[in-house]
Structures are given as structure tokens and as C-alpha cells.
């Protein structure tokens, strides 16, 4: 079984953002690309595509293709809040490295 980990605190900010925007699910892809080779790309959409695979939360569905459910499998999925600023935090098992950034990362 595929699994990804969102914890509550990013369950709760997406359910936020879903509301706000009278969206249904947190879409979640891996794109080629990036300072470390692959990047992640989060999406509040109103509709789910005929391919994705859904996941069931507490507090949210999210969405996300095969492909890149394979690539971030089994990650952990935080919101945290910094002096930089808020935003997403990955922590994937799978990547070899990843950028300062942390937005990308390498296989």
C-alpha cells in the first residue's frame, strides 16, 4: 500500500485553503525539474481526474498521479511555520539529496 503522512498541522491548513477556495482536493505532483532534479507542486482543485489516486484524510482528500505517488512514497508531509515564512516541509525517504530550499530533490 502506498502511503504518504500529511500531519495535522497540514491537514488543517489545507482544509483551510480548500475552503477559502471552494476547492475539494490537495493535489500533490512531482514535476521534473528543480535545483535537485525533481520539484514539488501542491494545487487546491475543484475536480479529481479520471487517473489520480485519492487518499482519504481525517480532514482532506488529496489527489496525486502514480507517478509521483511512486516518487514520494512513504514521505511525511508537515506545515511549518519559520522566520522565513510558512510553507510545506517533505521529508522523503526516497531522496538522495535535496535542495537548501527544500522544494526539490534528487533520486
Known amino acids: ?3 504518504i503522512e500529511i500531519t495535522n498541522n497540514a491537514q488543517e491548513h489545507i482544509a ?4 477559502k477556495d471552494s476547492a475539494s482536493y490537495f493535489r500533490i505532483t512531482v514535476l ?11 494545487d487546491f482543485e475543484k475536480q479529481k481526474n479520471t487517473d489520480d489516486i485519492l487518499i482519504k484524510e481525517e480532514k482532506i482528500n488529496v489527489v496525486i ?3 509521483s505517488l ?3 512514497q512513504n514521505s511525511k508531509i508537515d506545515y511549518v511555520h519559520e522566520l522565513i515564512g510558512s510553507s510545506f516541509k517533505i521529508t522523503n525517504p526516497q ?7 527544500g522544494t526539490s530533490f534528487s533520486i
Do not use: H, P
Open 1 to 3: 500500500m502506498n502511503k
Open 16 to 19: 483551510s485553503v480548500l475552503k
Open 32 to 42: 521534473g525539474g528543480g535545483c535537485a532534479g525533481f520539484q514539488y507542486k501542491f
Open 65 to 67: 498521479d502514480e507517478t
Open 70 to 72: 511512486g516518487l514520494i
Open 95 to 101: 531522496a538522495s539529496s535535496s535542495c537548501g530550499c
